[in-house]
């Protein structure tokens, strides 16, 4: 056999197609770890400790223990039909970290809105015989934490408070900034500031209570509190924009701890215009909401709000049409949809002055100047008509 063909036999057979599909198949999936995210978020008058993570619940109650130094008695304020697993998960843990803990249930649904019901959380924390030394440990969506929060901020002077949020939207304005409380028939009239020492946002407890429409609602958020915190809070959710899209978990925690950071950073502005900021969308979105009823979904309504405040500001020669445009693509781009159902024009101009006279005599609405900065604006009737008499046509 000549040397060449002994080289040859020596060589291993060449694996078959087949056999290379077959172990490609057996190989495990690469397992793609989510990072663990803290950042201190600057409130008005405090910081909370914000954790965003997926799988990070059990492991909170040590954290939250070592901020009270000795632990004693702890309420477990629950919104009625939060996971069970979730809640005796959190029962537990405070309980192994030496807490005597009492368990009762938060009001929910419209109940959690009335400022009324302050008073059936007072009840609540009474019986759990919270002190100003304590902690109270708060599970829920947003008007259960909301009231939760302004209950805490006024109990014994005001008691430690720790939010862990069912939902994504939930978890981007519960904490740090509240829902205003309903009184005498009207909405949201009573706004109390931000008072969590912690948030603690799991992805896993996040993502299996959110619906599709809270996944959206709360990338409409991500955009309104980009603009109106700064170009480079704008430039970071465009460039994950397409991995938060996807559902990627890695950029969605990125994407949220930036959005709570920045909504802290807007509301606890000592410039009065960047507080007002907060407000991009608000306004429209409600006077939307109140014309159309309960069919069109909230992500819509805000992301329309958006587009529309754009354009009025366009109009007033305020924002470039290029950062309009960016805008629109950003909203496009995190799957955000635009408002269906015809909208009649006069109703819609007479919601939005109602909804704007409610809270201040100024008819002032917040516009974008450009990516990242937002003010409240005056805009004349006779622009503010034309606009949306054009808006609602093309509907």
């Known amino acids: 056999m000549s040397e060449e063909t002994t080289e040859t036999a020596n060589l291993p057979l060449a694996a078959e197609p087949e056999e290379n599909l077959a172990a490609a198949a057996t190989q495990p999936e690469p397992v793609i770890e989510v990072p663990t995210k803290r950042q201190w978020v600057t409130l008005r008058g405090s910081s909370m400790d914000l954790r965003v993570?997926?799988?990070i619940v059990d492991g909170i109650a040590h954290d939250i223990s070592?901020?009270?130094?000795?632990?004693r008695a702890c309420a477990l304020a629950v919104e009625p039909g939060a996971p069970a697993d979730l809640v005796e998960t959190l029962r537990r843990g405070l309980t192994d970290q030496g807490f005597q803990v009492h368990v009762f249930d938060l009001p929910a649904g419209e109940e959690a809105h009335?400022?009324?019901?302050?008073?059936?959380?007072?009840?609540?924390?009474?019986?759990?015989?919270?002190?100003?030394?304590?902690?109270?440990?708060?599970?829920g969506h947003e008007g259960a934490l909301s009231l939760a929060g302004a209950s805490?901020?006024?109990w014994c002077g005001q008691v430690m408070i720790a939010e862990v949020p069912l939902d994504l939207a939930s978890a981007i304005t519960a904490a740090v900034t509240p829902r205003g409380l309903d009184v005498a028939g009207r909405q949201r009239m009573v706004v109390l500031d931000g008072t969590a020492r912690f948030e603690i946002c799991d992805l896993d407890v996040l993502l299996a209570n959110s619906t599709e429409e809270d996944v959206l609602f709360a990338r409409a958020m991500m955009v309104a509190a980009a603009m109106?915190?700064?170009d480079k809070a704008v430039g970071a959710?465009?460039?994950?924009?397409?991995?938060?899209?996807?559902g990627d978990k890695c950029a969605l925690v990125s994407a949220l701890t930036e959005c709570i950071r920045s909504r802290g950073k807007v509301v606890s502005s000592s410039s009065v215009a960047i507080r007002q900021s907060a407000e991009y969308g608000q306004t429209l979105r409600r006077a939307l909401r109140a014309v159309l009823g309960v069919g069109e979904p909230e992500s819509a309504l805000l992301a329309d709000a958006m587009r529309f405040a754009a354009r009025l500001s366009v109009a007033g020669e305020n924002l470039s049409i290029d950062d309009m445009f960016t805008q629109d693509e950003l909203l496009e781009r995190l799957g955000l949809g635009t408002v269906k159902?015809?909208?009649?024009?006069?109703?819609?101009?007479?919601?939005?002055?109602k909804e704007r006279f409610a809270r201040t005599n100024r008819f002032m609405l917040a516009l974008p100047r450009a990516l990242g900065r937002v003010r409240l604006t005056a805009v004349e009737t006779e622009t503010l008509t034309e606009h949306v008499r054009a808006w609602c046509a093309s509907r």
């Open 66 to 71: 070592s901020a009270i130094g000795r632990p």
């Open 53 to 55: 993570g997926a799988g």
């Open 114 to 139: 009335a400022f009324s019901s302050i008073e059936k959380v007072f009840a609540g924390l009474a019986e759990a015989g919270i002190t100003s030394d304590d902690l109270v440990v708060a599970v």
């Open 237 to 246: 959710l465009w460039d994950a924009a397409d991995e938060v899209a996807a």
């Open 228 to 230: 109106a915190d700064s």
């Open 152 to 154: 805490c901020a006024h």
């Open 341 to 353: 159902a015809a909208v009649d024009a006069d109703e819609l101009v007479a919601a939005i002055q």
